[in-house]
């Protein structure tokens, strides 16, 4: 049996035997998007993006097809709550989908109401885990996920607390281990808590280094009184600790340190809304030579009617290592937009869209498509739905 039928046997068997189980209990959901799109002649629809979180702005610049989709049954026995959850997802790097990579991106099991802990979850398997992201630029800021095990929510009065630990084996040879402290719900004034995450990490193989990282969310409900929120971040990390308190690279030494400072908010004025960041990441390596992200842009939705709204969206990101030039993109989409509401998430839309984009010699050729090498600007049009549920 290949490995995509013994995958795709795998996927089917695990959801007809959660769905069989008790099917009044299992509630489904998901996300995708996908549509048709083209760029100049002589090429695939291009979409354009410098290398490094945060610095590609995602309306009408998204080349792939993706979808994920969820499963979960929740039962109780012997007064503990579960909750087991199945996430298949589907993706390619362009329109088609005809050679489509289809795998599990979440699959375990949470309990709560044990009785030495009766007000704390207790988790194992793979999952997305403490994500929050920028939705602009598809990049969360904070990702805990992968394969391991932890506790959440246990009360400290003045917050809560989590610890997990985390599995990369991916490689036979060079595995990793991370653990992960959280401090969360600490209240700051009305609105406005902070979320704490601690990240350890030790590549467990000749070569592999130990690496740590602090990151601090603040969170704000009602925003200014613009009908949103708003996140800051400061993150910290070095040797083999990732910025956003993942895995880094195992094998980076401590000299090796990032720092970020990312600002977003969001707002819904009436029919007008809209979603804004601005970042700043610093990374050195080794060799003690900087690196510098700079990322600044905005997405704005206003409703002509319920379900009729117009979108748009800039971006204006660039990147600079010590010593050399500056690699710097703009990029500019407006996207018709039919919805079922003229708020900025209301969801579905389904798009129609002209994305134009300029970037200069020393980003070189940012869509990676060799019938742009040598040039410095590009326009792509085309439609796209996107839907969570």
């Known amino acids: 049996m290949t490995h995509s039928r013994f995958t795709s046997t795998l996927i089917a068997g695990a959801v007809l035997g959660l769905a069989s189980s008790a099917a009044s209990a299992v509630d489904w959901g998901?996300?995708?998007?996908?549509?048709?799109?083209?760029?100049?002649?002589?090429?695939?629809?291009?979409?354009?993006?410098?290398?490094?979180?945060?610095?590609?702005?995602?309306?009408?610049n998204e080349c792939d097809i993706y979808g994920?989709?969820?499963?979960?049954?929740?039962?109780?026995?012997?007064?503990?709550?579960?909750?087991a959850v199945?996430?298949?997802?589907?993706?390619?790097?362009?329109?088609?989908?005809?050679?489509?990579?289809l795998g599990i991106n979440q699959m375990y099991l949470e309990g709560k109401g044990f009785d030495l802990a009766p007000n704390a979850t207790f988790w194992m398997g793979k999952r997305f885990y403490a994500r929050a992201d920028v939705h602009i630029v598809d990049t969360f800021f904070t990702n805990l996920s992968g394969v391991g095990a932890g506790v959440t929510g246990i009360d400290m009065g003045a917050?809560?607390?989590?610890?997990?630990?985390?599995?990369?084996?991916q490689d036979a040879v060079k595995s990793g281990n991370r653990f992960n402290a959280e401090l969360f719900d600490v209240a700051t004034n009305p609105g406005g808590s902070l979320h704490f995450v601690?990240?350890?990490?030790?590549?467990?193989?000749?070569?592999?280094?130990?690496?740590?990282?602090?990151?601090?969310?603040?969170?704000?409900?009602?925003?200014?009184?613009l009908g949103g929120n708003n996140s800051l971040w400061l993150q910290y990390a070095q040797g083999s600790a990732g910025l956003d308190g993942n895995f880094g690279d195992l094998t980076a030494p401590s000299a090796a340190k990032s720092m970020r400072i990312v600002e977003s908010f969001t707002w819904q004025q009436g029919v007008f809304g809209g979603q804004a960041l601005a970042m700043w990441q610093q990374d050195?390596?080794?060799?003690?030579?900087?690196?510098?992200?700079?990322?600044l842009g905005g997405r704005a939705s206003y409703g002509v009617t319920k379900n009729f709204k117009l979108v748009s969206e800039l971006g204006i990101s660039?990147?600079?290592?010590?010593?050399?030039?500056?690699?710097?993109?703009?990029?500019?989409?407006?996207?018709?937009t039919l919805s079922t509401g003229p708020g900025f998430w209301n969801r579905p839309e389904l798009r129609l869209y002209v994305t134009t984009a300029k970037w200069n010699d020393a980003a070189s050729n940012v869509t990676g498509q060799a019938a742009f090498d040598g040039k410095t600007s590009g326009t792509s049009y085309g439609a796209q739905v996107e839907i969570w549920f």
Request: hydrophobic share 30%; charged share 20%; with cysteine.
């Open 30 to 60: 998901g996300y995708f998007r996908a549509g048709p799109g083209a760029t100049r002649s002589d090429a695939s629809r291009a979409c354009y993006g410098l290398a490094g979180p945060g610095l590609k702005y995602r309306l009408g």
């Open 68 to 83: 994920e989709f969820a499963l979960s049954q929740g039962f109780k026995t012997e007064g503990v709550d579960y909750k």
């Open 86 to 101: 199945l996430m298949t997802n589907l993706w390619n790097p362009q329109t088609d989908t005809g050679d489509a990579k």
């Open 159 to 169: 917050g809560k607390l989590a610890f997990s630990y985390f599995k990369n084996d």
């Open 198 to 225: 601690g990240t350890a990490t030790d590549g467990n193989f000749t070569g592999g280094t130990k690496g740590l990282g602090l990151s601090v969310q603040h969170s704000q409900d009602g925003f200014l009184g």
């Open 284 to 295: 050195k390596n080794a060799a003690g030579v900087k690196t510098t992200s700079i990322s």
């Open 318 to 336: 660039q990147k600079k290592p010590e010593g050399g030039e500056t690699a710097r993109l703009t990029k500019f989409t407006f996207a018709p």
